[in-house]
């Protein structure tokens, strides 16, 4: 008990105190990246261009779509160009396009970015395929021009159109969709609700998953992901989290008897469907908004959880927030700062990385002054939180097996530390 009560302390007190270093942005941000006040933004035009002879057409007429221009280079050479929504801006150039041709002919397909380098691999999907089948096999082989940040690649062109993307789309009207063919919808202890709206009205959707009897004190883990809307593979992983939270196994019972998953899986919702490679509709990195809450997706998750330290039956005990990277890579918060509970990533990082051996992982710690979510977790409730990141090339099986396998081991541990929070109260 009193152990319990000093960490409780020592938490309150870092929870009250402010870096003395005013945080501008990490190496990789642009300037002025913590100023989440609107910024103008640079609407595609939706349309249909075709150019050479026979034509060759793409077309940006369908959510989740980014191309700004289309040229012949030469009789097989087409260029697609593409651009931010705003400028300046992290290097996440993504693209999206259906494409076709008069007739069947092999076209060579150049990616040209203004102001950015290739980073997403094409995948190709046919427009007519069902269930938005994606595999690996799928991914085009590209030739990288290292000086210009160009992409080229060659694809087989007829008249149906085909996609090709960074990555598979997974748009804000499938999230319904492709949660209910996970076997996560459907079960009476999974409840999904509007939680609010993004700047453009789309909803920002909430799963609770529980089955804690009533009159029980209980404690959350919640889930936030996309929002960076290239992140994707960041957000496949988020939805096996949920699979196994939802699935039938022992443990995932005895979690939900337990625990209560608070889940907003696709916090931007505009972004994603506007084929955006950052930002929000207001033009704002919304992992740099935690702090002062300009925008209406932050504010849906501060509003929807923050009740929660008021409510005598829940306490918030741990959070994820999913993004994707150029490798797998856990951010905890340093090792030295006091959460209640404490260290749990530590602990929960060891596991998944020695029960993926065939996987590469790395583990930065990072302090709390960032306006990013898993610290906004850490002021406003003093828990421990990961930002839990997704190599944008790794398999699907890869990351299937790493996500079902990370999952199972923090059920696991967070009931472990609930039971030990029980026994010291």
């Given at each position: 008990m009193i152990k319990y009560f000093l960490v409780t302390i020592v938490s309150l007190l870092l929870i009250s105190c402010k870096?003395?270093?005013?945080?501008?942005?990490?190496?990789?941000?642009?300037?002025?990246?913590?100023?989440?006040?609107?910024?103008?933004?640079?609407?595609?035009?939706?349309?249909?261009?075709?150019?050479g002879s026979p034509k060759v057409w793409i077309s940006n007429e369908f959510e989740g779509a980014r191309v700004?221009?289309?040229?012949?280079?030469?009789?097989?050479?087409?260029?697609?160009?593409?651009?931010?929504?705003?400028?300046?801006?992290?290097?996440?150039?993504?693209?999206?396009?259906?494409?076709?041709?008069?007739?069947?002919?092999?076209?060579?397909i150049r990616l040209n970015y203004r102001d950015a380098t290739h980073?997403?691999?094409?995948?190709?999907?046919s427009w007519v395929w069902?269930?938005?089948?994606?595999?690996?096999?799928?991914?085009?082989?590209?030739?990288?021009?290292?000086?210009?940040?160009?992409?080229?690649?060659?694809?087989?062109?007829?008249k149906d159109p085909i996609i090709i993307s960074g990555q598979p789309l997974n748009t804000s009207s499938e999230i319904k969709p492709e949660l209910k063919k996970r076997g996560v919808l459907g079960k009476d202890f999974?409840?999904?609700?509007?939680?609010?709206?993004?700047?453009?009205?789309?909803?920002?959707?909430?799963?609770?998953?529980?089955?804690?009897?009533?009159?029980?004190?209980?404690?959350?883990?919640?889930?936030?992901?996309?929002?960076?809307?290239?992140?994707?593979?960041?957000?496949?992983?988020?939805?096996?989290?949920?699979?196994?939270?939802?699935s039938d196994t022992d443990l995932a019972k005895r979690f939900?008897?337990?625990?209560?998953?608070?889940?907003?899986?696709?916090?931007?919702?505009?972004?994603?469907?506007?084929?955006?490679?950052?930002?929000?509709?207001?033009?704002?990195?919304?992992?740099?908004?935690?702090e002062n809450f300009n925008q209406p997706e932050n504010r849906v998750v501060r509003d929807a959880l923050t009740?929660?330290?008021?409510?005598?039956?829940?306490?918030?005990?741990?959070?994820?927030?999913?993004?994707?990277t150029n490798e797998n890579i856990f951010y905890p918060i340093n090792e030295e700062v006091r959460t209640s509970p404490d260290n749990i990533t530590q602990k929960w990082t060891g596991k998944v990385v020695s029960e993926n051996p065939n996987v590469a992982f790395n583990i930065e710690e990072f302090d709390t002054s960032s306006p990013i979510a898993k610290n906004w977790?850490?002021?406003?409730?003093?828990?421990?939180?990961?930002?839990?990141?997704?190599?944008?090339k790794i398999t699907e099986e890869d990351m299937e097996a790493v996500s079902r396998s990370a999952i199972r081991s923090l059920m696991q541990l967070l009931l472990d530390e609930w039971e030990k929070t029980a026994l010291e109260n």
């Open positions: 870096s003395t270093e005013e945080f501008t942005g990490f190496s990789y941000d642009p300037p002025d990246v913590t100023n989440t006040t609107d910024k103008k933004i640079k609407l595609q035009d939706r349309r249909v261009i075709g150019v700004n221009d289309f040229y012949a280079v030469n009789d097989s050479t087409f260029e697609v160009f593409i651009e931010s929504e705003n400028y300046p801006i992290n290097n996440s150039p993504w693209y999206a396009f259906k494409v076709w041709s008069d007739t069947v002919r092999t076209a060579k980073r997403y691999i094409p995948k190709l999907q069902p269930d938005s089948i994606w595999k690996e096999q799928m991914q085009l082989p590209v030739e990288y021009d290292t000086v210009s940040g160009t992409a080229s690649f060659n694809v087989l062109l007829a999974v409840q999904i609700e509007e939680a609010g709206k993004s700047k453009l009205g789309r909803t920002i959707w909430k799963l609770e998953i529980t089955e804690v009897p009533e009159g029980q004190k209980a404690p959350v883990l919640a889930m936030v992901g996309r929002q960076h809307p290239p992140e994707v593979t960041g957000y496949v992983a988020s939805l096996f989290f949920l699979e196994e939270l939802a939900r008897e337990t625990f209560i998953v608070e889940a907003f899986p696709m916090l931007n919702p505009d972004g994603v469907d506007m084929g955006h490679w950052r930002h929000n509709a207001g033009g704002v990195d919304l992992n740099r908004d935690w009740p929660i330290k008021k409510d005598e039956s829940k306490v918030m005990f741990y959070a994820l927030d999913f993004h994707s977790f850490y002021h406003t409730f003093g828990i421990d939180a990961v930002t839990y990141e997704v190599n944008d």
